[in-house]
Nanobody, 122 residues
Framework: VQLQASGGGSVQAGSSLRLSCVAS????????MGWFRQAPGKEREFVAG????????SYADSVKGRFTISREYGKTTVYLEMNSLKVEDTAVYYC????????????????WGQGTQVTVSS
C-alpha cells in the first residue's frame, strides 16, 4: 500500500496551498481518508477527514473555515485545500487511509503516506 502525498511548499502567511494524496496498491475507495500533521516537537494531530463517498467531512477546530477536504465519490484521491495559511500551520502533513468507511482518527488509521512539508512564513 502506498499513499503518495504532494503539494507542499513554502509560502507566506495568508497564502493558499493544495495537497493531494493518491492511494495505490490497496484502494481506499470504501474507506475514510484524511490528513494529519506534525510540527517539530509536537505530536501528530488530526487535520481533516472525509468518508468513503465524499461526505462526512470533519476538521480540527484550528483549521475550520480555512481548510477544505474533498475526494471524488469512491475514488482514492483526496485533496486538502488550505487557505489563509498561518505560521502555526507549518508542519509535515501526512495523508492517511482509515480502517472504516467513515470517521478518521489516530487510532483508526490503517496506512500512512510519506508526508509533505508545509512551511508558512510571516
Amino acid at each position: 500500500v502506498q499513499l503518495q502525498a504532494s503539494g507542499g511548499g513554502s509560502v507566506q502567511a495568508g497564502s493558499s496551498l493544495r495537497l493531494s494524496c493518491v492511494a495505490s496498491g490497496r484502494t481506499f475507495s470504501n474507506n475514510a481518508m484524511g490528513w494529519f500533521r506534525q510540527a517539530p516537537g509536537k505530536e501528530r494531530e488530526f487535520v481533516a477527514g472525509i468518508g468513503w463517498n465524499g461526505g462526512g467531512a470533519s476538521y480540527a477546530d484550528s483549521v475550520k473555515g480555512r481548510f477544505t477536504i474533498s475526494r471524488e465519490y469512491g475514488k482514492t484521491t483526496v485533496y486538502l485545500e488550505m487557505n489563509s495559511l498561518k505560521v502555526e500551520d507549518t508542519a509535515v502533513y501526512y495523508c492517511a487511509g482509515g480502517r472504516s468507511a467513515v470517521g478518521l482518527s489516530l487510532r483508526t488509521v490503517a496506512s500512512w503516506g510519506q508526508g509533505t512539508q508545509v512551511t508558512v512564513s510571516s
